[in-house]
């Protein structure tokens, strides 16, 4: 590719550029264009530094949450980690039950990791049900089709059976016929 690009498409193209994300030949087309172009290049300078805080920022509450949460990596986290599939699956005995929910209460950690299991098996059963829905569909449109056809059957059968009696009409017309001439 040997074109060169406007001042539109290589604004377009400019958030994929800072973040590396065009191949090489379109990536050395938006340099060639910003190496010429005045007006691109502010451009490009001002959404670089944009995005370059933004991502430090972002790295940064990461880091703080990180700081913060690592404190609750108590033992208690850890036997609550261990239980915790078990806990949502509903198989520990009653007192187990309690000191799983007295942790997740107490402790953010394990909350969250318990919020995480809960959307995930919310995820597995919204998408179970979305396939459920679909069978059901699939079902109906089935159904409606086997219906269908039914009806066209019955729309073609009082056909044929015009077309029986017209038949049976002619021949007892041509039975009279040679009848009347025998006689
Ligand atoms: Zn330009």
Redesign the pocket.
């Known amino acids: 590719m040997n074109h060169e690009l406007n001042?539109n498409q290589?604004v377009t193209l400019l958030t994929f550029y800072i973040e590396n994300k065009l191949d090489e030949k379109l990536s050395h087309c938006v340099r060639e264009?910003l190496n010429k172009?005045k007006?691109?290049q502010e451009k490009y300078l001002k959404l670089k530094r944009i995005l370059e805080n933004f991502s430090e920022i972002r790295s940064k509450i990461n880091e703080e949450e990180i700081s913060d949460l690592k404190q609750y990596e108590t033992p208690q986290y850890v036997t609550f980690k261990e239980n915790l599939s078990a806990y949502v699956d509903n198989e520990l005995s009653d007192n187990e039950n309690i000191k799983i929910k007295k942790i997740a209460i107490s402790n953010p950690l394990a909350r969250k990791d318990l919020e995480e299991v809960y959307a995930f098996k919310q995820l597995l059963h919204s998408s179970f049900n979305k396939t459920k829905s679909n069978l059901k569909q699939d079902y109906a449109k089935k159904t409606l089709e086997r219906m269908y056809s039914k009806s066209t059957q019955t729309k073609i059968n009082p056909f044929y059976k015009l077309v029986g009696l017209f038949f049976c009409l002619i021949a007892f017309m041509i039975l009279g016929i040679i009848n009347i001439l025998h006689f």
């Open positions: 001042c290589v264009h172009c007006d691109c």
